[in-house]
C-alpha cells in the first residue's frame, strides 16, 4: 500500500475524523491488527481560517503546497486535503507535486450519481456553498446541487466556526441543522451532503430525511482504493 499524505488540520477535528476513519477502513477490509500507511502534516488552523475570511486563498494554497511537497519527500504516494473547503486551492497544491490528488467533491459526485441520485443538498461552509470551486464538480458530474437561503447559510457557517472546529456540540445547533436538512428536501433535495467535515458531529443518516453522503467516509474510502489500485485490492 502506498502511503496516504493527509494536508490536515483543517481542523484538528475533522483530521483526527480522517484518521481514525481510515484505519478503521483499512482494518475491516484486511482484518487483524492491519491499519492504514499513513504521512500526515497537521497545519495550524488559525492562521489558514484567517487567510479564508481575509479571501487569501493564493496565500492558504502555498501554506498546503509547501505541505504536499514535503509529503511528497516524506515518501507519501498520493494526497488526501482533509477538507472540503481547501478544495478551492486543490489545483494549486496538486501542481506543486506530482502526486495524484483525490479530490473529494468528485468523489463525492461519483458516489451520488453511482446511487442513481441527482439533487443533492448541499450543507458547508459559505465559502463552499457559494463560490463556484465545489458545485462546478458536482454539475460536471450531471448533479444539480440545492443550497439553503442566505440566512440559513449564514447560521450554517457560524456553527462551523463557533462551535464545530472547536469540537463543541450543541443539541441547539444539532437541531437548527436537522431543520436545514428538512427544508432542503422540502425544496426538491433527493440527498444531503455532508460537505464540511466537521458536519457529521451534528448529521448522519438517522436524523436527515433522505439519503446522507458523508464525504469523510467517501473521500477515505476513495483513498484506500486508489492507494490499492496497483496490486488490484479495492474496498467495499
Keep these: 500500500m502506498r502511503p496516504i499524505g493527509i494536508l490536515g488540520g483543517i ?18 477490509r484486511m482484518g487483524g491488527l492491519h491499519s492504514a500507511r499513513i504521512l500526515l502534516h497537521s497545519v495550524d488552523f488559525a492562521p489558514i481560517a484567517q487567510m479564508q475570511k481575509d479571501g487569501d486563498w493564493q496565500g492558504a494554497g502555498d501554506v498546503l503546497a509547501e505541505a504536499a511537497r514535503g509529503l511528497e519527500a516524506a515518501g507519501a504516494g498520493l494526497l488526501l486535503i482533509a477538507a472540503n ?11 506543486a507535486t506530482d502526486l495524484p490528488l483525490i479530490h473529494i467533491a ?3 459526485a461519483d458516489a ?3 446511487a442513481g441520485l441527482k439533487r443533492p443538498g448541499l450543507i458547508a461552509t459559505a465559502y463552499t456553498m457559494e463560490r463556484r470551486f465545489y458545485r462546478d464538480r458536482l454539475e460536471a458530474a ?7 437561503d442566505p440566512d440559513a447559510r449564514t447560521g450554517i457557517h457560524r ?11 450543541s443539541e441547539d445547533s444539532r437541531r437548527y441543522y436537522e431543520g436545514v436538512a428538512a427544508d432542503l428536501v422540502a425544496q426538491g433535495a433527493d440527498c444531503v451532503i455532508l460537505g464540511c467535515t466537521e458536519v457529521g ?15 469523510v467516509e467517501i473521500h477515505c ?16
Design 85 to 95: 473547503t481547501m478544495h478551492l486551492v486543490a489545483d494549486q497544491v496538486a501542481a
Design 201 to 215: 458531529l451534528l448529521l448522519g443518516s438517522h436524523n436527515v430525511p433522505a439519503p446522507v453522503f458523508d464525504t
Design 106 to 108: 468528485d468523489a463525492t
Design 142 to 148: 450531471g448533479l444539480t446541487p440545492v443550497l439553503p
Design 159 to 169: 456553527i462551523i466556526f463557533d462551535e464545530l472546529v472547536r469540537d463543541q456540540v
Design 221 to 236: 474510502r476513495a483513498a484506500l482504493e486508489a492507494a490499492y489500485f496497483e496490486t488490484g485490492e479495492t474496498y467495499v
Design 112 to 114: 451520488i450519481s453511482a
Design 11 to 28: 481542523s484538528w477535528v475533522s483530521t483526527a475524523h480522517y484518521y481514525a476513519t481510515l484505519n478503521r477502513m483499512a482494518a475491516a
